[in-house]
């Protein structure tokens, strides 16, 4: 009886978003295209937070586009075209500009590397066993050291 009446309501919800307009789901507002913008007087915002009066103006500009009809990418490409690709707010994912998106993960993953690299060094460094450590002088001379601080330390008074 439940799932009955589950699944008529979902069959009716279902026919009913068919009749609403899409229109006001898909209308492109002034800030949707403006947080993709970097404002012009030099302040280096967003065009949706600056208040300074070219960010105005060109908010006012893209409310003119979007009433004219314009779409999203085509006000871009006007912005683009007028100021040059330093108005977007992220580089283009092409050419040079490339590097810019994949630059910060290459290094992350340089960083995790050498951090792994040492780490295991580090460990395999204390896994060796002292007397299999390559000694830096002559076993002769550490023999004359060792027997004269042997000695010194027979004849040291506590």
Known sequence: MKSKKVTIILLLSFLL???VPVVSVLALSV????????CTC???????VCEMESARQMRAQ????????????????????????????????????LTAWITPFVVIA????????LTAKWVLWRKIPQKLIK???????????SGKLKKELDEFEF
């Open 17 to 19: 978003s068919a009749f």
């Open 31 to 38: 800030n949707d295209v403006a947080r993709d913008l970097i």
């Open 42 to 48: 030099g302040c280096g915002k967003v065009l949706d």
């Open 62 to 97: 893209i409310k003119e586009m979007i009433d004219q009809g314009q779409d999203r990418d085509q006000i871009i490409n006007y912005f683009v075209g007028q100021y040059g690709e330093k108005v977007l707010a992220a580089p283009t994912k092409k050419g040079f500009n």
């Open 110 to 117: 340089i960083g995790a590397g050498i951090v792994y690299l």
């Open 135 to 145: 000694k830096t002088h002559p076993p002769e001379i550490e023999d004359r050291y």
